[in-house]
């Protein structure tokens, strides 16, 4: 089988060798993962309870690790594209490096913002990976950004880093969710004939999936085994925006931009969500806090199994339905308004604590049935943040 991918995509791997790395990842990831959880205590690698985290003990914090060394080194192997692949190993890397570092010192914001503005600098630069046109989204013709390319790429890029980190609030949602847009990005890549990025897109939901193994509650096991950790969360949201950037910027095989949001919807909703309210409560938004929907819907009685599993049907949801008005050439202005109605509807759902918990049980309610109802506690929040 063959075990290089030619540069100019002209001799590619086919679908049972994309399997292949998949489950090759997902292998190595589960071994090595295994192999680093007795040295996470000695290295100081663990999430301590306090605060607002509720595990009941120590949680080590070296999923991450796991996760990209093993993309790393199984893209090393399977990929010949020496300016991208360089580019993406280091940038991986140098998160990885910070993000153990945060782990186990705590940094500064500032540290962490000038890291994953770096490794979205080495990505343009080395890579040569950057958002030059965001499509016709004023229904004209597709905008280019000409002199904004750079710092629109960065501001992009730390914007989808931040978002996925906020989202990492519960076993599993994360990880589920980074799945999700990856599978969707990857049939965005194949619908377009893309397919010089399916093979890092497999190695990666191969390596999640043997993450998601130790990190996802089910019968039997009460808490996660162990966390992404920052460097984790970073290199996540890194991968969303190289490949949305490498699939919607390709003259060659073309995805239209206004699609790439809507394959990242709820962590990206969220994310704006809280900054606008934090800024409007003269908060910084980097406060941390229980205002995110995964928090809304425990509050209002999801278990997390239950938000992890409503949350990813959300999001195939909404990737399904972009994809499917984008095909069936939905004017580009309607995205942006859909995307604003969203935004809005969100903020709206959220804000309050107490419309939160009558709408989320409302939810619940019909989801998973009305016995929820004398089991849960109302939440104890202000009632509006």
């Not at 990880?175 to 990856?182: D, F, P, T």
């Not at 995805?255 to 969220?270: E, G, H, N, R």
């Not at 409560?281 to 995964?294: I, K, V």
């Not at 195939?316 to 939905?330: P, R, T, Y």
Request: charged share 10%.
């Amino acid at each position: 089988m063959p075990w290089q991918l030619q540069k100019n995509g002209e001799e590619g791997a086919s679908l049972i060798d994309w399997l292949y790395y998949g489950v090759a990842a997902l292998l190595a990831t589960l071994l090595l993962t295994a192999a680093l959880l007795p040295a996470a205590q000695p290295l100081g690698l663990v999430d301590r309870p306090g605060g607002r985290k509720d595990h009941g003990r120590p949680i080590p914090v070296i999923g991450g690790v796991a996760i990209i060394l093993v993309t790393v080194v199984m893209a090393c192997l399977t990929i010949e594209d020496s300016a991208a692949l360089l580019a993406f190993v280091i940038a991986s890397l140098l998160l990885l490096l910070v993000g153990v570092l945060d782990d186990m010192h705590d940094l500064r914001w500032f540290w962490r913002i000038g890291a994953q503005a770096a490794a979205a600098l080495i990505m343009i630069y080395v890579g040569g990976v950057r958002v030059e046109q965001i499509g016709p989204l004023f229904g004209m013709e597709p905008m280019a950004l000409g002199s904004l390319s750079v710092p629109f790429t960065v501001f992009a890029t730390v914007g989808l880093i931040n978002a996925v980190n906020m989202v990492d609030g519960i076993d599993g949602l994360a990880g589920s969710l980074v799945i999700a847009a990856l599978l969707m990005l990857g049939c965005a890549a194949a619908y377009s004939g893309n397919d010089a990025q399916l093979p890092l897109i497999a190695i990666l939901v191969g390596s999640l999936s043997g993450f998601l193994f130790f990190n996802l509650r089910r019968p039997g096991r009460e808490r996660a085994l162990t966390f992404m950790g920052n460097g984790g969360s970073a290199f996540l949201g890194f991968v969303i925006a190289w490949f949305s950037f490498r699939l919607t910027q390709n003259p060659g095989h073309p995805v239209s931009p206004v699609l790439a949001p809507f394959l990242i919807l709820l962590p990206l909703l969220d994310c704006l969500v809280l900054i606008v309210r934090r800024l409007k409560s003269g908060r910084s938004p980097f406060t941390a806090d229980r205002g995110h929907l995964h928090h809304r819907l425990l509050d209002a009685g999801f278990s997390q199994g239950q938000a992890v599993a409503l949350l990813l049907g959300l999001s195939f949801a909404a990737g399904l339905a972009a994809a499917l008005l984008l095909k069936w050439n939905l004017p580009h202005p309607f995205f942006v308004l859909g995307f604003i109605g969203l935004f809005v509807l969100h903020y709206w759902a959220t804000a309050c604590a107490l419309r939160s918990e009558r709408v989320f049980r409302w939810l619940h309610a019909r989801l998973f049935g009305p016995y929820f109802a004398q089991s849960v506690e109302p939440a104890k929040q202000d009632s509006v943040l």
